[in-house]
């Protein structure tokens, strides 16, 4: 893909809402997307209704926004289901609110999934955990928490698809990233070219990349789509005149 303005091409593997493009064309910047996953809500509702009541486990675990959303859908079903207070542990500003606006106050969250277990592991009341999360979630999180002795029950609320497709990348100026599977994805049909810069949410995403290419790999100050999207307008207000 080229840019047609010859503005600097970014280029990313989901779609981005209109308001935050408007924001990366305010800037002087072009962008071009695709979705390289697909995410689907599905669940076993009685499964996964008895793991949110469950009474054995010391605490919750979220690690996506996905697995919040798949949360919301349950309760949506449900006849006023009520959730029993427990620890709860996030990682994510948006799915720490999303959360929040579902009732359930998070009491630790983290900027990845193994910072978060690390931190999880200091609790020394917290024995086992009930991980809420995708069928394609890294093992970062429960392996690092089992080699500690917590005890780690995988949900899976959500399923994620993969959708390789080939692009053109000769043309990119950059490239964003908000997940390690949206990273794998992308990499199973593509390579980038030599010294083009790949935008992470975060570090989990950026070490995604980095097994994958040699690129400059930039994360967002805040590990949010917003951040990102700020974290490339700045990156190119410092270099008016180079178009990497």
């Known amino acids: 893909m080229i840019s047609e303005t010859k ?38 509702p009685s499964s996964f209704r008895s793991r949110l009541l469950n009474s054995d486990s010391s605490a919750r675990v979220f690690t996506s926004k996905n697995a919040v959303r798949s949360l919301k859908a349950l309760l949506a079903s449900e006849n006023q289901m009520q959730i029993p207070a427990k620890k709860t542990f996030t990682v994510g500003i948006r799915a720490t609110e999303m959360l929040a606006e579902l009732g359930i106050k998070s009491n630790v969250r983290a900027e990845n999934a193994l910072i978060l277990a690390q931190i999880i592991a200091r609790n020394s009341d917290v024995k086992s955990v009930d991980f809420f999360c995708g069928d394609k979630a890294l093992d970062d999180l429960p392996e690092y928490l089992e080699s500690k002795n917590v005890r780690v029950h995988k949900e899976i609320v959500y399923h994620t698809d993969l959708v390789h497709e080939e692009v053109d990348s000769s043309g990119f100026n950059g490239v964003i990233f908000l997940s390690p599977t949206a990273a794998f994805s992308f990499f199973k049909k593509n390579r980038l070219p030599a010294g083009i810069p790949a935008f992470c949410i975060g570090a989990t995403t950026a070490e995604a990349v980095r097994l994958r290419c040699d690129n400059p790999r930039i994360c967002a100050k805040e590990p949010t789509l917003r951040g990102v999207i700020q974290r490339i307008i700045e990156h190119f207000a410092a270099r008016p005149n180079s178009n990497s």
Request: aromatic residues 8%.
């Open 7 to 44: 503005r600097p091409l970014i280029f990313s593997t989901r779609r981005i809402p209109d308001d935050l493009q408007n924001q990366l064309e305010s800037a002087g910047l072009e962008l071009q997307s695709l979705d390289f996953i697909k995410v689907e809500q599905s669940f076993d």
